[in-house]
């Protein structure tokens, strides 16, 4: 069965500091995708970012980095410089990989709460 | 291009009253899937579909859930005799075609509450 731990709840940081999310998953699965949605209070899940298992380089989108080490099964996210606008709730999401016309369900971590205050 | 859209954002009910939800999907989208979120949680998949065939269902969906999609567009989900445990957001996601790795992209959801 597939498994995603977002170990920290909630977290707290100033205005302009780093803050780095963690997601550890499980899977039986050789080939599989990593996504990671940002909730704002508004309620709507935003896409940010997909992996596919194949591809370990990390990747920087503006002040956004995302980590993957498939030898220990995670996928970090770090926030460089945050802002207000960055509280939001964050989740670690994984999808396997399936024959063409079958299902290919996210399975969630609970979410990190993240605040930036300013 | 307008995202995925849900009607209504928040519904009150009160116990044993069947509510029904509307999703539309992404223009031209192909899959469609349910999602609940409980407080505290992350969303749960209920169920999904390819244009308008079920493909699948979550044990979490009961037998007083039903979903339909009925021309391969816009998707409904009915609960009937509803329960302080349906109190919950419910999702709708949809991704662009027939590949499995595509990504499902989220509306805002609708808010049950039973009373």
């Known amino acids: 069965a597939q498994k995603v731990t977002q170990a920290q709840t909630e977290i707290s940081v100033v205005e302009k500091e780093d803050v780095t999310l963690d997601c550890v998953y499980e899977t039986r699965d050789t080939t599989y995708y990593l996504f990671w949605y940002k909730q704002p209070p508004s309620g709507e899940l935003v896409f940010l970012i997909r992996r596919n298992s194949f591809d370990e380089q990390n990747e920087i989108s503006g002040r956004y980095s995302w980590n993957f080490q498939k030898s220990t099964s995670s996928f970090n996210f770090t926030i460089t410089a945050s802002q207000v606008v960055d509280s939001a709730v964050y989740f670690c999401?994984?999808?396997?990989?399936?024959?063409?016309?079958?299902?290919?369900?996210?399975?969630f971590g609970k979410g990190i709460t993240l605040s930036v205050r300013p | 291009d307008t995202g995925v859209s849900q009607d209504p954002r928040h519904k009150i009910t009160k116990r044993g009253q069947n509510v029904t939800f509307r999703c539309d999907p992404i223009s031209e989208h192909n899959r469609l899937y349910w999602y609940r979120q409980t407080l505290g949680q992350g969303p749960e998949f209920l169920t999904y579909?390819?244009?308008?065939?079920?493909?699948?269902k979550s044990r979490l969906l009961s037998d007083r859930f039903s979903a339909e999609r009925p021309k391969g567009s816009f998707s409904t989900l009915e609960i009937q005799r509803t329960e302080q445990g349906d109190s919950a957001m419910y999702l709708c996601?949809?991704?662009?075609?027939?590949?499995?790795?595509?990504?499902?992209?989220f509306g805002p959801g609708t808010r049950l509450t039973v009373l």
């Open positions: 999401a994984l999808s396997d990989l399936k024959t063409t016309g079958a299902n290919s369900k996210l399975t």
């Open positions: 579909f390819q244009n308008e065939a079920q493909l699948e």
């Open positions: 996601a949809s991704s662009p075609s027939r590949l499995s790795t595509d990504t499902q992209y």
